[in-house]
């Protein structure tokens, strides 16, 4: 069965810094590309941050040059380091995993809250 497990929101400062990580087990990871989505009361999901299994990487406009998405295949994490947080990245914060062939499987955490004080 597969899991995600996410840690490390809360609160903070604006121009603060958070790091958010999200362990996976059920024995995908090394093939699943990863990713962070975000939503805010009221708004839609939205991508933050993928990595492949390969490693490389994408960000959504809004974030990018303040937050880095990494990956560790050794112990099944995926890790969002945020910097430079705004109000405006407030939201629940989910951890995303797809693997797959010809038949993608989508795997989700249960989010982290992380909320940015102005």
């Known amino acids: 069965q597969v899991q995600l497990v996410e840690s490390g929101g809360g609160l903070v400062q604006a121009g603060g810094s958070l790091r958010l990580s999200c362990a996976a087990s059920?024995?995908?990871?090394?093939?699943?590309?990863m990713g962070w989505y975000r939503q805010a009361p009221g708004k839609q999901r939205d991508l933050v941050a993928r990595?492949?299994?390969?490693?490389?990487?994408n960000y959504a406009d809004s974030v990018k040059g303040r937050f880095t998405i990494s990956r560790d295949n050794a112990k099944d994490t995926v890790s969002l380091q945020m910097n430079s947080l705004k109000p405006e990245d407030t939201a629940v914060y989910c951890c995303?995993?797809?693997?797959?062939?010809?038949?993608?499987?989508?795997?989700w955490g249960q989010g982290t809250q992380v909320t940015v004080s102005s």
């Open positions: 995303h995993a797809r693997e797959g062939g010809l038949v993608k499987f989508d795997y």
């Open positions: 990595i492949t299994s390969g490693g490389s990487t």
């Open positions: 059920g024995g995908i990871f090394s093939s699943a590309a």
